[in-house]
Nanobody, 114 residues
Framework: VQLQASGGGLVQAGGSLRLSCTAS????????MGWFRQAPGKERESVGS???????FYADSVKGRFTISRDNAKNTVSLQMHSLLPEDTAVYYC?????????WGQGTQVTVSS
């Protein structure tokens, strides 16, 4: 499975961006889909994830500002980001995983200026 992420860019603090990630083939509902990010000099961290049944998880730092969604018919997972902060600046990666199956996208840069 190949994952193609898009939607990153440069935005001012308080602005919004929407990231999308499309899989090269159908993703079973057994798979969890999610977004991770890695800022310079920091470890990669989970931002949010959504199971095949729609159960969602968010990192505390983004709760109330980010919304994750998936469209199984289009094999996509999206991340709507509002009220962006400079500390949200990072490379964002989409991921799809289940059991020993683990796929990552190539990353898309999000830069939030103060």
């Amino acid at each position: 499975v190949q994952l193609q992420a898009s939607g990153g860019g440069l935005v001012q603090a308080g602005g919004s961006l929407r990231l999308s990630c499309t899989a090269s083939r159908s993703i079973s509902s057994f798979f969890t889909m999610g977004w991770f990010r890695q800022a310079p000099g920091k470890e990669r961290e989970s931002v949010g994830s959504i199971t095949g049944t729609g159960r969602v998880f968010y990192a505390d730092s983004v709760k109330g500002r980010f919304t994750i969604s998936r469209d199984n018919a289009k094999n996509t997972v999206s991340l709507q980001m509002h009220s962006l902060l400079p500390e949200d600046t990072a490379v964002y990666y989409c991921r799809v995983w289940f059991s020993e199956y683990d796929y990552w996208g190539q990353g898309t840069q999000v830069t939030v200026s103060s």
